[in-house]
């Protein structure tokens, strides 16, 4: 059974700073996996999707990897702003479905002037 | 094009109520996903529907929750009776097709249920 796993649950930071939020999964055959950002009151928007072949995207300031072996990913904000603060959720789509993804609690993340 | 719309935005309960969770998806969309996301934890796959069928419920509770997306109108998400532990956010989201529809869902902004 996949689970996705997100550490730290919350993270605070100043203005400025280079961070990583990590995202972990027990089942190494994935098909791909995403970040999604979420805002209070607002939907999922999603940031990045890596396919199981590849090993990183970028997205201006946004850099996720992807380490399938370690059953690992990453993603990293440079250069963090107020606005960046939100929920980061994870979420791995499953090779058995077409459409189920398997999601971790979220990193939310506050980025402080 | 509109998003995906959810209705009410919030929804308050008593115990032994009906909630009714209306998802509208985007427009030439006709896969239907619901998710339900408790407090503290990630969404969690419910149902998946497509016009007038159920495709896979196996996330949904097997009691006092059903689901439907009719020919016309939006796709529902009921619950019976509800009790305190369904208070959580449900969101809704669709897609084009199913071909694989993992990476190309869209959500809507979820319904938030308090059940008092």
């Known amino acids: 059974k996949q689970e996705v796993t997100q550490i730290p649950a919350a993270l605070s930071v100043p203005e400025g700073e280079n961070l990583v939020l990590n995202c972990s999964f027990t089942?190494?055959?994935?098909?791909?996996l995403q970040w999604f950002r979420q805002d209070p009151g607002k939907g999922l928007t999603s940031l990045l999707l890596?396919?199981?072949s590849q090993r990183e995207q970028t997205s201006g300031r946004l850099n996720a990897s992807l380490d399938k072996s370690s059953g690992r990913s990453t993603l990293y904000i440079a250069a963090s702003q107020p606005g960046d603060s939100a929920t980061y959720l994870c979420?791995?789509?499953?090779?058995?479905?077409?459409?189920?993804?398997?999601w971790g609690a979220g990193t939310k993340l506050i980025i402080k002037p | 094009n509109a998003g995906v719309m959810q209705n009410p935005r919030h929804l308050v309960r008593r115990r032994g109520q009906e909630a009714r969770l209306r998802c509208s998806p985007m427009?030439?969309?006709?896969?239907v996903y619901w998710y339900r996301q408790l407090p503290e934890e990630g969404l969690k796959f419910m149902v998946y529907?497509?016009?007038?069928?159920?495709?896979?419920e196996s996330g949904m509770p097997k009691e006092r929750f059903s689901a439907e997306f009719p020919k016309e109108g939006p796709s529902i998400l009921r619950i019976q009776q509800v009790v305190r532990g369904d208070s959580a956010a449900y969101f809704c989201?669709?897609?084009?097709?199913?071909?694989?529809?993992?990476?190309?869902?869209?959500f809507g902004p979820g319904t938030r249920l308090t059940v008092l």
């Open positions: 989201a669709s897609s084009l097709s199913t071909a694989r529809s993992t990476d190309t869902q869209y």
């Open positions: 427009k030439g969309h006709s896969h």
């Open positions: 529907l497509q016009k007038e069928n159920i495709i896979d």
């Open positions: 089942d190494s055959a994935i098909y791909n």
């Open positions: 890596i396919q199981s």
């Open positions: 979420a791995v789509g499953a090779v058995w479905s077409n459409y189920q993804l398997i």
